[in-house]
């Protein structure tokens, strides 16, 4: 993990073009490739980013740049796409580079680890015919909560939260594409399972093509009688 404080301006071209303009920042360059740009602000959401697989390039500034008064231009390209992030520095405030090692992943509790063990259980709650593989499936960015197959034999990776929001979804797409790549699992379908899903992570989910399962904690856990509801 490289993290910089630097004083830069940020361009993103390709699927939209972005600016943001000269002020310091909080860079970080992952051991997976990936690079994000923070503020001092927004919570955990970074400003710009391009995930992996990506390739980043630091060279001296030159031409208009050096004039402009940068003394570095970092370019991030996207190895699948035309997707593009230039970072000119202007001036470092700080610079540290460390191995974090290999990280054991989410340890969840509470509510979202028994929902995972109960649908892990009740796995027909994915539609008849479905077969658990495993929990907590590993990938090189950690583990999806579920991997099953459907009755073709097709693999499904399974994500479970107590909430589902955008994030979740994006999490998902995450282990989606790096399933995808093992060729004795793809294609692998996603199904995101939350106890409540909010609106604009199932329109996300829908145009990503994966399919959003509401999950019943109490009729899991065989608290809730559904038979008798009149509602």
């Given amino acids: 993990m490289r993290v ?15 600016h943001l303009p000269l002020a310091t920042r909080l860079l970080m360059v992952k051991a997976d490739g990936s690079v994000l740009v923070h503020s001092d602000g927004g919570s955990y959401k970074p400003l710009n980013w391009m995930s992996p697989p990506c390739r980043l ?18 370019t991030v390209q996207n190895a699948k796409t035309d997707d593009r992030l230039v970072v000119r520095v202007h001036e470092v405030h700080a610079d540290h580079s460390i191995e974090l090692g290999v990280d054991p ?38 583990p999806v909560d579920i991997l099953a197959r459907d009755p ?22 995450r282990y989606l594409e790096l399933l995808n790549r093992d060729p004795h699992l793809a294609p692998v379908r996603g199904v995101f399972a939350a106890q409540e899903i909010k609106p604009q992570a199932r329109v996300l989910a829908t145009d990503r093509g994966i399919r959003c399962l509401v999950l019943d904690y109490d009729a899991m856990r065989g608290l809730d009688d559904v038979g008798s509801r009149l509602f």
């Fill in 57 to 74: 390039d630091v060279a001296a500034a030159a031409g208009p740049d050096a004039a402009a008064g940068a003394v570095e231009v970092w």
């Fill in 152 to 173: 073709a034999g097709a693999s499904v990776a399974v994500e479970i939260k107590r909430r589902g929001d955008i994030d979740g979804v994006e999490q998902l797409t």
């Fill in 105 to 142: 992943g989410l340890v969840k509790d509470g509510v979202e680890a028994h929902l995972q063990k109960l649908l892990a259980e009740q796995i027909a709650l994915l539609g008849p015919g479905h077969q658990l593989v495993r929990r907590e499936y590993p990938t090189a960015i950690g």
């Fill in 4 to 18: 910089v404080i630097a004083k830069c301006s940020v361009d993103y071209s390709g699927r939209l073009d972005a």
